[in-house]
């Protein structure tokens, strides 16, 4: 019990070690201007205040003019581990999300050190602390990729499960299998999805072997369970996914296939993988994040060196395995990249890249092996410890150069002035800034609901409705809308009307407005704020003549409720974008459809006697999943019972 308690001590202290310039100063990691501040800052923050109130948020309502976010997979809401950041202040949950997930990396590499590789303690500590520590998680880090980061974390544990379940046929092993598969599922899809079929390609690879069929029969119906208990765990998630996936605009991938990120050259791919610190201090700063594919060359030399103690089956075996990633990786730098181009799956990967935790993991390991057989051959510590320091000081020196990145202001964005003037108005309302000049981290905190937005996943029908609304046309994929090129090169002039339909009441600029329904009533630093003339309220009574405002008696993420006692019209539009998850109620009984209006918003047909009209997000996905998920739960837990029952 001691030994195991100091194993662990070790790692946290080496966790610890390599956080120590985020723990002085936290604005290395928290004020980047990057993913993590602008995107999964805001909505984590917004869960956890909603969750103060009593409520779980199914949609979000802040961005985008309103985005569902139960099924989007950046943000995960039944991920358990998430419930950091409703435990702790935003900041510091950030802090402790990525340690722990540093931490489960390290260990999860030790255990399969010892466990399935039959590395020695050392050998499996050393290994552990080379994962945590690899410049890829640092890259990670530095853009804010909270997902990708976190999917590291369980990828020991899947190749774990996944070789002592092939070893012992132990139903525990199922379930660990299953679990580390849904870590990675709850944190990013495309590392899920290729660790789903790297699961499927070593589990056939097995059949191969030459070893009793009775046990190759066990093995892969036992695999099989797992697989299917991860679905079963995953469901409250997956459905509602894979139900809202054909209404998002990632599909539009498919139309104009441009593949990130773009190589120079095949010698600007090996020298950042290869010989980083050959570039120099301020070029290694200035690599793209999805650029950042650094192995180190010690780790590269003590990893060729673990290949070649490899029998010759497990030489080609590997070289199957790196090179097409390679390739994949090399993206237009390919020689096979017209081929890659036509394959549906790479162009919805997007980030060609993303295929790099497979060599990572495999060059880890293989400086495991190299680092084992130089302790079996030479006993001396001095060389071993000569080796391991050099190899953790390029890595970590490399992490840091790459985590101290100068961070910097963005110039685009309005003081907080302008958000207190704002928040001044207590009605229902959005924002629209024609240069995205408003914070989603800062429009959060004061809970603006703003018209614009970055996501990486939008609703498809909004996306198009926005080149009216935004005054500009774009024909590419974008994450923001409206997208960078439509402002910094042009002056896009707003349509008041449409921004009106969209519950649009104030419109910040820069620049002057022409349009005269924009009624400018003051100006904040250099950013004019006009109000719009053609806003309509949240819900209102639409006539052939004439639009009428309905009153509002409950608003929530969840459900919008209107009271209808006072219409005189046939119909009534909710300003929300339409999608196929949300129901209508008439007088809290009767169920009716919502139709899409050609603006992409919600409308209902009313009748003369209605009083009361329930909007609720609340998609049969979402219902279907969570029993799914509740009885494989139930099912996991018998099965763990039974197998300690029969130990």
């Known amino acids: 019990m001691f030994a195991k308690a100091k194993i662990i001590f070790i790692l946290i202290f080496a966790v610890i070690l390599y956080y120590l310039p985020i723990l002085i100063n936290p604005k290395l990691l928290l004020e980047r201007n990057n993913d993590l501040q602008e995107f999964f800052w805001p909505v984590f923050y917004y869960i956890k205040k909603q969750i103060e109130h009593g409520l779980l948020p199914l949609w979000n309502n802040l961005f985008l ?15 358990p581990i998430n419930l950091i950041f409703v435990l702790f202040p935003t900041n510091f949950a950030f802090i402790i999300y990525f340690i722990l997930h540093s931490t489960l990396a390290a260990l999860g590499m030790y255990l399969l050190g010892t466990k399935a590789l039959n590395f020695s303690k050392t050998t499996s500590i050393l290994v552990g602390i080379l994962y945590l520590s690899t410049p890829k998680m640092a890259g990670f880090l530095e853009a804010g ?13 899947v190749l774990l499960a996944l070789s002592m379940l092939i070893k012992t046929l132990n139903p525990r092993w199922v379930i660990a299998l299953a679990i580390s598969l849904a870590g990675i599922f709850y944190n990013h899809t495309v590392i899920f999805i290729l660790t789903f079929f790297s699961v499927i390609v070593i589990s056939l690879l097995y059949l191969t072997s030459h070893l009793k069929v009775a046990k190759k029969i066990n093995s892969i119906l036992l695999i099989s369970l797992a697989l299917l208990l991860t679905f079963g765990t995953v469901a409250i998630t997956l459905l509602p996914q894979v139900d809202w996936l054909p209404q998002t605009t990632r599909f539009l991938l498919l139309q104009n296939r441009d593949i990130y990120p773009k190589w120079i050259s095949i010698k600007e791919f090996l020298q950042i993988a290869i010989v980083p610190l050959s570039l120099g201090f301020q070029n290694l700063q200035n690599i793209n994040s999805e650029k950042w594919i650094s192995l180190g060359t010690t780790t ?15 030489k080609i075996l590997i070289l199957l395995i790196l090179i097409p990633c390679i390739l994949v990786a090399l993206n237009n730098a390919s020689p096979i990249y017209k081929l890659l181009l036509t394959m549906d799956l790479y162009a919805l990967m997007r980030v060609s890249t993303r295929v790099w935790f497979i060599p990572t993991m495999i060059i880890i390991i293989l400086t495991g092996f ?9 006993p001396n510590k001095k060389i071993v410890t000569i080796i391991v320091l050099l190899v953790l000081t390029e890595q970590i020196s490399l992490s840091y150069i790459y985590l101290s990145k100068p961070t910097f202001l963005n110039p685009n964005l309005a003081p907080d002035a302008l958000y207190s003037s704002l928040k001044s108005d207590n009605e229902i309302y959005r924002v ?9 981290q800062k429009a959060a905190t004061y809970n603006l609901e703003l018209m614009d937005g970055y996501n990486t996943l939008q609703q498809k029908n909004f996306y198009q409705q926005s080149w009216q609304l935004t005054g500009s046309y774009w024909n590419y994929y974008t994450l923001s809308i409206p997208p960078i090129g439509s402002y910094l090169f042009d002056k896009p002039q707003p349509d008041p009307n449409a921004l009106g339909q969209y519950n649009t009441k104030y419109v910040i600029s820069p620049y002057p407005l022409t349009n005269k329904d924009f009624i400018q009533i003051t100006q904040i630093d250099r950013f004019l704020v006009y109000k719009n003339n053609l806003y309509q309220s949240r819900a209102y009574y639409e006539t052939n003549s004439s639009k009428k405002d309905a009153k509002i008696i409950k608003y929530t993420p969840n459900q919008v409720t209107v009271d209808t006692t006072e219409h005189n019209s046939k119909n009534l539009t909710l300003s929300q974008v339409y999608n196929n998850g949300w129901i209508a109620y008439l007088d809290g009984t009767k169920r009716v459809s919502i139709q899409q209006k050609p603006n992409a918003l919600m409308s209902v047909d009313l009748k003369r006697e209605t009083k009361l009209v329930d909007f ?32």
């Open 432 to 440: 629209f800034c024609v240069n995205r000049c408003l914070s989603q």
């Open 616 to 647: 609720k997000y609340e998609p049969e996905s979402f219902k279907f999943g969570a029993i799914i998920t509740l009885v494989t739960t139930i099912l996991a837990v018998l099965i763990l019972k039974l197998s300690y029952r029969k130990k």
């Open 65 to 79: 003019s309103g985005t569902p976010l139960l099924p989007d997979p950046q943000f995960s809401l039944f991920n």
């Open 300 to 314: 590269l030399l003590l990893a060729g060196f673990g290949f070649i103690q490899l029998k010759n089956k497990f």
């Open 370 to 378: 190299a680092l084992e057989k130089i302790i079996q051959k030479w």
């Open 145 to 157: 990729h909270l997902g990708l980061f976190a999917s590291f974390a369980y990828l020991p544990f």
